[in-house]
């Protein structure tokens, strides 16, 4: 009995630790297992990362669009947009007017002139699309210096709405590429970047020639004015051809030139086919036809009738 009961004992418990192993083997996870989800949680967290950055980018860029759209459709406005045409046909109808006076020798009405010529002048350098961006650049820059980036993100925003220049669009600078870059290098705060693409684009301006045309015509108003004080009036008619020529040659340049459209070269219509010439008939045989051959003349004389006959014989 006690035997009995001390085996029913030892198979209880031979049992018991089956079954906890049973279950721990069953309910724990190899080393392997583990390392596949944690690497999975963070492939999944890289991911999500990733989608939020490049959302992230994303909306910076539409406002980036939006911004430069606003400055765009701001600078196709009359109130935004100096009327830089106009401007040179203000200027050159004062340049003939200072012509003529140099010509009638009529210092006063010549220096009144010369005297609107100049702010005509300055008023054109001002406004001339190259120094526009690049008054907006040299402003974002300086910005820059001074750590006020938002300011500097407006002036570079500014610089780009001028490069839409709807009134001498000819001779506008390519900068918009770069004020773009630079406006987004901004936004991300890396300003070594962006003072960089800001330079690139400024040392565009500066090679604009329309500027350095405007700023020598400027110059020679200034002499202009000299010579009228002085009456130099040869000299005066040759400052006032250089006047022409230079503001002339930006207003050429600044005209655009409208290509005309090719003509579309008409077809010539296909040519009818020819008939084909039919077959003339044969000519027919020549029917042959007998000619009567004239009858062979009668050459045989007459003979003459006897002289009896011709006298008739008178009755006694």
Same mark, same amino acid.
């Given at each position: 009995?006690?035997?009995?009961?001390? %085996?029913?004992? %030892?198979? +209880?418990?031979?049992?018991?630790?089956?079954?906890?192993?049973?279950?721990?083997?069953?309910?724990?996870?190899?080393?392997?297992?583990? @390392?596949?989800?944690?690497?999975?949680?963070?492939?999944?967290?890289?991911?999500?990362? =990733?989608?939020?950055?490049?959302?992230?980018?994303?909306?910076?860029?539409?406002?980036?669009?939006?911004?430069?759209?606003?400055?765009?459709?701001?600078?196709?406005?009359?109130? %935004?947009?100096?009327?830089?045409?106009?401007?040179?046909?203000?200027?050159?109808?004062?340049?003939?007017?200072?012509?003529?006076? @140099?010509?009638? $020798?009529?210092?006063?009405?010549?220096?009144?002139?010369?005297?609107?010529?100049?702010?005509?002048?300055?008023?054109?350098?001002?406004?001339? #699309?190259?120094?526009?961006?690049?008054?907006?650049?040299?402003?974002?820059? %300086?910005?820059?210096?001074?750590?006020?980036?938002?300011?500097?993100?407006?002036?570079?925003?500014? !610089?780009?709405?001028?490069?839409?220049?709807?009134? !001498?669009?000819?001779?506008?600078?390519?900068? =918009?590429?770069?004020?773009?870059?630079?406006?987004?290098?901004? /936004?991300?705060?890396?300003?070594? $970047?962006?003072?960089?693409?800001?330079?690139?684009?400024?040392?565009?301006?500066?090679?604009?020639?329309?500027?350095?045309?405007? =700023?020598? @015509?400027?110059?020679?108003? +200034?002499?202009?004015?000299?010579?009228?004080?002085?009456?130099?009036?040869?000299?005066?008619?040759?400052?006032? $051809?250089?006047?022409?020529?230079?503001?002339?040659?930006?207003?050429?340049?600044?005209?655009?030139?409208? $290509?005309?459209?090719?003509?579309?070269?008409?077809? /010539?219509?296909?040519? &009818?086919?020819?008939?084909? #010439?039919?077959?003339?008939?044969? #000519?027919?045989?020549?029917? &042959?036809?007998?000619?009567?051959?004239? !009858?062979?003349?009668?050459?045989?004389?007459?003979? @003459?009738?006897?002289?009896?006959?011709?006298?008739?014989?008178? #009755?006694?």
């Amino acid at each position: 009995m006690r035997r009995t009961a001390c %085996f029913g004992i %030892f198979l +209880l418990l031979i049992l018991t630790i089956a079954a906890g192993c049973k279950t721990t083997t069953v309910g724990a996870k190899s080393d392997d297992d583990v @390392a596949a989800d944690a690497a999975s949680s963070a492939s999944k967290e890289r991911d999500e990362a =990733l989608a939020a950055m490049t959302a992230e980018q994303a909306e910076k860029l539409a406002a980036i669009e939006a911004k430069i759209a606003a400055i765009a459709n701001a600078a196709a406005s009359r109130e %935004f947009e100096p009327d830089f045409m106009n401007d040179i046909g203000v200027a050159t109808g004062l340049v003939s007017q200072l012509s003529k006076d @140099a010509r009638e $020798k009529q210092a006063k009405n010549a220096l009144e002139t010369v005297r609107r010529l100049r702010g005509a002048i300055s008023i054109l350098v001002a406004t001339c #699309p190259a120094q526009r961006i690049q008054q907006h650049l040299e402003r974002a820059e %300086f910005n820059l210096n001074t750590g006020d980036l938002p300011a500097a993100g407006d002036q570079v925003l500014a !610089a780009a709405g001028a490069a839409y220049n709807p009134s !001498a669009a000819a001779i506008v600078p390519d900068v =918009l590429s770069t004020l773009e870059d630079a406006s987004m290098a901004i /936004d991300a705060a890396d300003v070594l $970047k962006a003072s960089g693409l800001i330079a690139k684009a400024r040392l565009k301006t500066t090679e604009d020639t329309s500027v350095s045309k405007l =700023l020598a @015509a400027e110059l020679t108003v +200034l002499e202009a004015e000299e010579s009228i004080r002085r009456q130099a009036w040869p000299i005066l008619m040759a400052q006032t $051809k250089e006047i022409i020529n230079l503001v002339g040659s930006v207003q050429t340049a600044a005209t655009p030139t409208i $290509k005309p459209e090719p003509e579309e070269a008409e077809e /010539d219509p296909a040519p &009818e086919p020819k008939p084909e #010439p039919k077959p003339e008939p044969a #000519p027919e045989p020549a029917v &042959e036809t007998e000619t009567a051959e004239p !009858a062979p003349a009668d050459t045989s004389e007459t003979p @003459a009738p006897d002289a009896a006959d011709e006298t008739e014989e008178t #009755p006694e």
